[in-house]
């Protein structure tokens, strides 16, 4: 025990397990916050599905603005989003019909794979230090020689030829020293080793996980639509309005017609027959007065 302990108060051993346990410390913490917020964000997108999600985009929207590991990329995914609209047309009998301009694909579609935006470079490695991760192996590998001929040259040092006395005490510090040295070489492999196991596992059973969670559940919600498919749905559209337009501009004689023919039913109609009644009523008149002797007799 008493060596124990002073093997962890060596110097180069208590750097070498500092650097350890705080490397280690910070990638566990890291990855369990970005692997929390990925399996929190599918959670959350389970009630979503292609046929709701045109109608609650705005609800979509603002789950991936607040989510810390989809905030950026989705800000630039936003651009390459195409909304499906729907047409109505109105038939002779004033019957409301609607058409979806695309016939195969509905809701909300992406012109680019849902992978380019939402994948491990855009969601996972931006939130912690990638670089400084990477470097911790390194860092203790290097620790290993650096302190071992580091303490075998302060080994050497304390050995004392002025007296055999003075050697033989010499001599134990001497051998304990050149212990620590082996210990420091073994101890800067091992927690190496150790570091190097437990980053790919969490990477490869965390991280890599929530991450394909994430693009298979957002890959479900959007169809890819391509740029010939995009020509096509656009060629169908220009098509259906050209042919709405025709229609339409058919229909103003006959719309025009029957608007007249009610105009002169309803309203010119029965003035001129309010106007033929007022001469006749004049004509009766002046007939009565000019067979009563009027001087204006027959003139009516």
Do not use: W
């Not at 309803?266 to 007939?287: A, E, Q």
């Amino acid at each position: 025990m008493e060596f124990l302990l002073r093997v962890i108060k060596d110097p180069p051993v208590f750097i070498i397990l500092s650097t350890f346990i705080a490397g280690l410390s910070y990638t566990v913490s890291k990855y369990l916050k970005i692997s929390k917020a990925l399996n929190e964000l599918c959670m959350q997108l389970d009630s979503f599905t292609k046929s709701n999600l045109s109608y609650r985009f705005e609800e979509f929207k603002q789950i991936m603005s607040n989510n810390l590991c989809t905030k950026q990329p989705f800000e630039d995914f936003k651009d390459s989003l195409v909304f499906s609209d729907t047409l109505a047309f109105q038939d002779s009998d004033d019957k409301i019909e609607y058409q979806n301009v695309s016939e195969s694909v509905s809701g909300v579609q992406t012109t680019t794979d849902i992978s380019y935006y939402f994948n491990e470079d855009t969601m996972v490695y931006p939130h912690y230090n990638k670089g400084f991760v990477a470097t911790l192996p390194e860092l203790l590998t290097g620790f290993g020689p650096l302190f071992t001929f580091l303490k075998i040259a302060t080994a050497f040092g304390l050995l004392d030829f002025s007296s055999s006395e003075n050697l033989t005490h010499s001599v134990s510090e001497f051998v304990a020293d050149m212990q620590i040295a082996a210990i420091c070489s073994v101890l800067a492999v091992g927690s190496c080793l150790t570091f190097t196991l437990i980053d790919k596992f969490l990477t490869a059973m965390v991280l890599m996980r929530a991450n394909s969670k994430v693009q298979h559940k957002l890959a479900s919600l959007f169809n890819v639509i391509t740029t010939e498919s995009f020509m096509i749905d656009l060629l169908k559209t220009s098509k259906i309005q050209n042919h709405e337009n025709g229609t339409i501009l058919k229909s103003i004689p006959r719309s025009f017609a029957n608007t007249i023919q009610k105009d002169l039913a309803n309203v010119i109609m029965p003035y001129l027959d309010s106007l033929i009644f007022g001469v006749n009523t004049l004509n009766d008149t002046m007939s009565k007065k000019s067979d009563s002797g009027d001087e204006l007799g027959g003139l009516f």
